[in-house]
């Protein structure tokens, strides 16, 4: 079994910073893509950034130029450096993570971290 653990999330100020961090533990061999997805509430899960085990990145356009995801292959670890927080970034955010090995190739999440901005 496999388990994404993130932290970080919590409550800031408009304008503000916040790093998360997921860190994926237990029975991983190779893991080829992490990432984040957050949830609003009434909103649909929807694709924050995604770093591959090379090191490309993708980003949701509403975060391109505010947040920059990295990794760490190493440690199975992605990170989530968050600038110039909005209110409307406010959402409960979960990593994600494919692991490849050992097979069956599978994607797992992480429970969540709440991230709330206030204006």
């Known amino acids: 079994q496999v388990q994404l653990v993130e932290s970080g999330g919590g409550l800031v100020q408009a304008g503000g910073s916040l790093r998360l961090s997921c860190a994926a533990s237990?029975?991983?061999?190779?893991?080829?893509?992490m990432g984040w997805y957050r949830q609003a509430p009434g909103k649909q899960r929807e694709l924050v950034a995604i770093?591959?085990?090379?090191?490309?990145?993708n980003y949701a356009d509403a975060v391109k130029g505010r947040f920059t995801i990295s990794g760490d292959n190493a440690k199975n670890t992605v990170y989530l450096q968050m600038n110039s927080l909005k209110p409307e970034d406010t959402a409960v955010y979960y990593c994600?993570?494919?692991?490849?090995?050992?097979?069956?190739?599978?994607?797992?999440w992480g429970q969540g971290t709440q991230v709330t901005v206030s204006s």
């Open positions: 994600y993570g494919r692991v490849v090995l050992p097979l069956p190739q599978t994607d797992y």
């Open positions: 237990g029975r991983v061999l190779s893991i080829n893509r």
């Open positions: 770093i591959t085990r090379g090191g490309t990145t």
